[in-house]
């Protein structure tokens, strides 16, 4: 019993032993960062700490869009919202000297969180407030700033050209640091690739705070941001892109097809000739689970999205050529703007203003998402199993089909750290939304078993994933040191034979691996 005691009592002194040692970085930390900026650009206005519960815990719910991670945790011991360059350089370095983890947040979407949660003592940097973005139109360039979403950049876009567009995703809340580090696609893939594909510069704070430019971080890191994510080498302060020509009239459409509109047929061929479509055309494929005809019936319906370079005239030819049993219909095709378009993908109704992109709804929800990388066609018997599990779910749950092929199989696998490129007929995201949080844990269990129905139709040995699509069921660290064999088991998922050369730029950047988080790439020399 007294033995008993006494080791309780050790505990209890080690864990106000932590709370001191961290309270007591805490405070360093806040001062390192006023002495390391200048009264010319304050940082006290883009502190915010524990000590004011009201504004720390509306900073820090401000951009959590997964309401998994909503509560910070007691190991959060600052939020630093950005204003300046010196504001990310100040926050790095003052975090490295106090031994404090750094996680870096844009727009909030990582789908596991890791930019705003940890296990470990850590400070969030916020760059959210760094949204600058400027469009030459004459070289069809635009640097623009790693806290800005799409939204922003689309709007900036359209107003400087009608002509000029640039290949990302079609969420335009998504934050343009992580979207693009990651390798981020849209509806513009088969015809321009993806963002990593038109990105010429970037400027970064490294591990020391220095801020640097392509010339000055030299190609291979340069290489490892484009698709590498930018978390594990330092933190992105804006990106220099090519921006893409496009005609002024574009044509869309949305078809529905339920199971008991021949749903299953119509997805069986489109996989057959979705990646040998002319490159003008991208179309995606999402089965979801959805209200049948009669009360309390249910169903999957696949929505068929298009977008082509043209007029609904040569579009309609195309598919009645290429996939007559979709059945589409010159009622179904809307011509429209390439900014247009952005409008629709997003789901607005025709004649929405464009101010609507700019807008940053605070709406977070419960959210579990898994990728997948399809190289052969599915057979239909693997799609009704796909059907069976999906209806085994209690709320909204969805498979998105997106078509590969075009200048995809043309992009070599290593030219950007982001590999996953010609072989792929489609790329799945898995996605399921629920209200509660007592449904987390069956939500959860049900995407598991989801994507293990899947295997034997997707990619194997590795079976890969998208690095955007965070997924911590595929491998992850603690938070506060990294494994080596542990790394490359979701590493090679992620990055596949590219990995060799992220580890190595790692070392060579990041040596005492600061920059870390529980799916970071480690630091390894190889000889």
Not at 211 to 226: C, H, K, P, S, V
Not at 419 to 442: C, I
Not at 463 to 479: L, Q
Request: proline share 5%.
């Amino acid at each position: 019993m007294k033995d008993a005691f006494s080791l309780l009592c050790l505990v209890l002194l080690v864990s106000v032993l932590e709370v001191a040692v961290a309270k007591t970085n805490s405070e360093s930390f806040i001062e390192c960062l006023h002495y390391r900026t200048s009264p010319k650009n304050p940082i006290t206005d883009a502190i915010f700490t524990p000590d004011n519960t009201t504004t720390f815990f509306s900073s820090y719910v401000s951009y959590t869009k997964n309401k998994r991670y909503y509560n910070p945790n007691q190991n959060l011991l600052a939020i630093v919202v950005a204003e300046h360059v010196s504001h990310v350089q100040a926050t790095v370095v003052c975090a490295k000297t106090n031994g404090i983890q750094l996680r870096t947040r844009s727009g909030g979407h990582d789908l596991e969180g890791l930019s705003y949660i940890s296990s470990v003592p850590f400070v969030i940097l916020d760059m959210h407030n760094l949204r600058s973005i400027k469009v030459d139109v004459s070289r069809k360039k635009a640097w623009v700033q790693s806290g800005a979403t799409l939204g922003e950049l689309y709007v900036k876009i359209k107003d400087a050209s009608q002509t000029l567009a640039f290949p990302a995703g079609v969420c335009p809340t998504v934050g343009v640091g992580g979207h693009i580090s990651g390798g981020g696609y849209g509806n513009l893939i088969r015809k321009y690739g993806i963002t990593v594909d038109h990105v010429v510069d970037a400027l970064l704070v490294d591990v020391n705070g220095k801020l640097l430019n392509r010339a000055t971080m030299g190609e291979d890191l340069f290489w490892a941001i484009r698709g590498g994510g930018g978390a594990s080498f330092g933190v992105i302060l804006s990106w220099k892109i090519n921006l893409v020509e496009v005609p002024k009239i574009m044509t869309v459409f949305r078809v529905n097809k339920t199971l008991e509109q021949g749903g299953t047929d119509v997805l069986y061929k489109w996989q057959l000739v979705s990646t040998k479509f002319p490159e003008d055309l991208f179309m995606r494929a999402w089965p979801q689970v959805v209200n049948g005809t009669r009360r309390g019936e249910r169903t999957i319906a696949v929505v068929f999205y298009a977008q082509f370079f043209g007029r609904a005239d040569k579009l309609m030819a195309l598919i009645s050529k290429r996939l007559p049993e979709l059945g589409l219909k010159r009622e179904d095709c809307h011509e429209m703007s390439w900014f247009e378009t952005t409008l629709f993908w997003a789901d607005y109704p025709e004649g929405t203003p464009s101010s609507v992109l700019l807008e940053r709804p605070t709406n977070p929800g419960f959210f579990k998402s898994k990728s997948d990388y399809v190289k052969k066609p599915i057979p239909k018997e693997g799609f009704e199993k796909l059907w069976k599990k999906m209806f085994e779910f209690k709320h909204i749950v969805w498979m998105q089909m997106n078509a590969y092929g075009g200048v995809m199989d043309k992009i070599p696998s290593n030219a950007t750290a982001y590999p996953h490129r010609k072989g792929n007929m489609f790329k799945v995201q898995y996605s399921t939304p629920w209200l509660d949080a007592s449904e987390t844990e069956n939500s959860l269990r049900l995407m598991r078993e989801l994507y293990e129905v899947a295997e034997p139709y997707v990619s194997s040995n590795p079976r890969e994933a998208f690095f955007n699509y965070r997924d911590i069921d595929i491998g992850s660290n603690p938070s506060g040191e990294t494994s080596v064999d542990e790394a490359k088991i979701y590493g090679t998922k992620y990055f596949l034979g590219n990995l060799k050369r992220l580890m190595e730029v790692k070392a060579k950047y990041d040596p005492d691996n600061f920059f870390k988080n529980e799916q970071s790439i480690p630091p390894v020399r190889f000889v």
